[in-house]
Structure formats: structure tokens, C-alpha cells
């Protein structure tokens, strides 16, 4: 997420910044970061064994509903989800039905015949399930990967699974090298671009650019990484078993809700689609 500046530029939001609160409708970003992965675990388990096309439908269907109801989105995410996720489903449905086992689709009408390639509607039936269980995962591990922050669900794993934050604190910091990194290769591009160093074209010219941002990519990550010690080490890092927060994610009664009821949904959704598959 980015914000606006007065000047016109485009600036980071604050990754280590209290949550904010969106409103009650963008319920999402209120809850805290456990409960938004505790409650579609079991879903995504079971979707794997998952066979049929209605069941991860389903789940694609709410998910994308909670998504736009309760998760303040940019408009971009919302094009992804709604129109680019749509288009990428259709693909992949016809990718995985021409790997499909000609066994199993038997005397099913063909949609496309060329030569000895048969693309039949079962085949095609049977890529649809398959990539709509795909999705349908993806979609879940999206509730909490849209509407939550890296910082705060390290904090929600130190105060409630009570993991040390010395590990969590550390795999976080490590994890913030990623877009360090890719800010230093565009300040490097920039620089290289000034002095003339880009102007060449071809094969040749693309790797000799690459290999001559490896040195100064690899320098500023030395450093990086030094003043990241250096800072740890000045904050006593590591020196007592536990720290003072800048502030505490809570696990509320709304948490314990949104779990039950996703947990009462998952199993309606599976005893019905169960049902449904035993008496047909």
C-alpha cells in the first residue's frame, strides 16, 4: 500500500505502523493475523482431496465476495481478482485438460479435434476442477496475505504462540532485505543509465549490463545488512528474553468468531458436497 504526498511523489507506507482501521465493513483488517490463517487452514486441506468442480467453486465464490466486502483493496488487486484471476482460471482449466487421462473422461464429447489430439468435455471438466481447486487455495491464503502486514503477524506469533523474538524479529528483518534489494537495483539501473552504460542492445549487451550490477548490488547489501546489526545490536537485541512492543495485536471475541463460522462453513460446504457425491 502507498500514500500520496503533498509534493506529488509516491510514498511507503510504514510497514511497522499501528494497523489501520478502515471501518466495520472492511472487517478484515481488523482481525488479528493468526485468526486469518487458523481459519481457512482446514479448507485448504481438504480442498486438495477435492474432486468435483462445485466445492472449490464455492469457496472461490466466497472468498472473492469477502475479499471485496472486507479488505480495502487498491483498484489494481481488484482487476487481478475479478477479471485477470477469471481469464487465468479458463487457461489453465484447457492446460490441465489436455494432460488429462483419456481414461477417465471415456466416450465424453470432443470440443476439439486435431489429428491424433482429442480434447474432449470431460477432459476439459476435469482441468476445470483442477484448476479451480488451485485457486480456490490460493484465494484463501489471500484473506490474511492482502489485509495483514509481515510486522504484525510477527508480532501475533510472539504474543500468542509465544515463539522467541529473536527468531521472529530476525526472519522479519531478512525478509525486509527483499525490497531493499530491489530499491538499490533500480538506483543502480538509474545510475548506469546516466553514464551511458545501457545504451548497448542485443544478447551480449543485456548480460554484460547484468553482470555489472552484481558488484555495486552486492556491496549495498553489505552494507544493508551492517546497519541492520549495527542497529540491532544498539537496541540490545537478543540481550533479554523478552521486549516491549510498540504495540500489541490482540486476539479478540471477533477472532474466535471469524474462526468458528469459517470452520462451520468449510464443514457445511464438505458434508453437502459429500452428500451430494453419494447419492449420485
Given at each position: 500500500?502507498s500514500?500520496?504526498?503533498?509534493?506529488?511523489?509516491?510514498?511507503a507506507t510504514?510497514?511497522?505502523?499501528?494497523?489501520?482501521d478502515?471501518?466495520?465493513?472492511?472487517?478484515?483488517h481488523?482481525l488479528?493475523?493468526l485468526?486469518?490463517?487458523v481459519a481457512?487452514?482446514?479448507?485448504?486441506a481438504?480442498?486438495?482431496?477435492?474432486?468435483?468442480?462445485?466445492?472449490?467453486?464455492?469457496?472461490?465464490?466466497?472468498?472473492l465476495?469477502m475479499?471485496v466486502?472486507g479488505?480495502?483493496?487498491?483498484a489494481?488487486t481488484?482487476?487481478?481478482?475479478?477479471?485477470?484471476?477469471p481469464?487465468?482460471?479458463a487457461v489453465m482449466s484447457v492446460s490441465?485438460?489436455i494432460?488429462?487421462?483419456?481414461a477417465l473422461?471415456g466416450?465424453?464429447p470432443?470440443?476439439?479435434?486435431?489429428g491424433?489430439?482429442?480434447?474432449?468435455?470431460?477432459?476439459?471438466l476435469i482441468g476445470?476442477?483442477t484448476?479451480?481447486?488451485?485457486?480456490?487455495?490460493?484465494?484463501?491464503?489471500?484473506i490474511?496475505?492482502?489485509?495483514s502486514?509481515?510486522?504484525?503477524?510477527?508480532r501475533?506469533l510472539?504474543?500468542q504462540?509465544?515463539?522467541p523474538?529473536r527468531?521472529?524479529?530476525?526472519?522479519l528483518?531478512?525478509?525486509?532485505?527483499?525490497?531493499?534489494?530491489?530499491?538499490?537495483?533500480?538506483?543502480i539501473?538509474q545510475a548506469h543509465?546516466?553514464?551511458?552504460?545501457s545504451?548497448?542492445?542485443g544478447?551480449?549487451a543485456?548480460?554484460?549490463r547484468t553482470?555489472?550490477?552484481v558488484?555495486?548490488?552486492?556491496?549495498g547489501a553489505?552494507?544493508h545488512?551492517?546497519r541492520v546489526?549495527?542497529?540491532?545490536?544498539?537496541r540490545a537485541f537478543g540481550a533479554h528474553?523478552?521486549?516491549?512492543?510498540r504495540?500489541?495485536?490482540a486476539?479478540?471475541?471477533?477472532?474466535?468468531?471469524f474462526?468458528?463460522?469459517?470452520?462451520a462453513?468449510?464443514?457445511?460446504v464438505?458434508?453437502?458436497?459429500?452428500?451430494l457425491h453419494?447419492?449420485?
Amino acid at each position: 500500500m502507498s500514500q500520496t504526498g503533498a509534493s506529488g511523489t509516491r510514498q511507503a507506507t510504514d510497514p511497522y505502523a499501528a494497523p489501520r482501521d478502515f471501518g466495520p465493513v472492511r472487517f478484515l483488517h481488523r482481525l488479528n493475523p493468526l485468526s486469518k490463517i487458523v481459519a481457512p487452514l482446514p479448507a485448504m486441506a481438504l480442498l486438495l482431496f477435492a474432486r468435483d468442480i462445485a466445492t472449490p467453486l464455492i469457496f472461490c465464490l466466497f472468498v472473492l465476495l469477502m475479499l471485496v466486502i472486507g479488505a480495502h483493496l487498491r483498484a489494481r488487486t481488484l482487476v487481478v481478482l475479478l477479471v485477470v484471476l477469471p481469464l487465468v482460471v479458463a487457461v489453465m482449466s484447457v492446460s490441465f485438460g489436455i494432460w488429462a487421462d483419456a481414461a477417465l473422461v471415456g466416450d465424453s464429447p470432443v470440443l476439439v479435434e486435431a489429428g491424433p489430439v482429442r480434447f474432449t468435455v470431460g477432459a476439459w471438466l476435469i482441468g476445470l476442477a483442477t484448476a479451480l481447486r488451485l485457486t480456490a487455495v490460493v484465494l484463501l491464503a489471500l484473506i490474511g496475505g492482502l489485509t495483514s502486514t509481515g510486522p504484525d503477524l510477527v508480532r501475533s506469533l510472539v504474543q500468542q504462540l509465544r515463539v522467541p523474538y529473536r527468531l521472529g524479529y530476525t526472519a522479519l528483518a531478512a525478509f525486509r532485505f527483499v525490497p531493499r534489494f530491489g530499491h538499490e537495483l533500480d538506483v543502480i539501473r538509474q545510475a548506469h543509465r546516466v553514464r551511458g552504460m545501457s545504451d548497448g542492445r542485443g544478447p551480449i549487451a543485456a548480460v554484460a549490463r547484468t553482470a555489472g550490477y552484481v558488484v555495486p548490488l552486492l556491496a549495498g547489501a553489505i552494507r544493508h545488512a551492517e546497519r541492520v546489526a549495527l542497529a540491532m545490536d544498539s537496541r540490545a537485541f537478543g540481550a533479554h528474553p523478552t521486549r516491549t512492543e510498540r504495540y500489541l495485536i490482540a486476539f479478540r471475541v471477533r477472532d474466535w468468531v471469524f474462526i468458528v463460522s469459517f470452520w462451520a462453513l468449510t464443514a457445511g460446504v464438505f458434508t453437502t458436497a459429500a452428500g451430494l457425491h453419494a447419492i449420485g
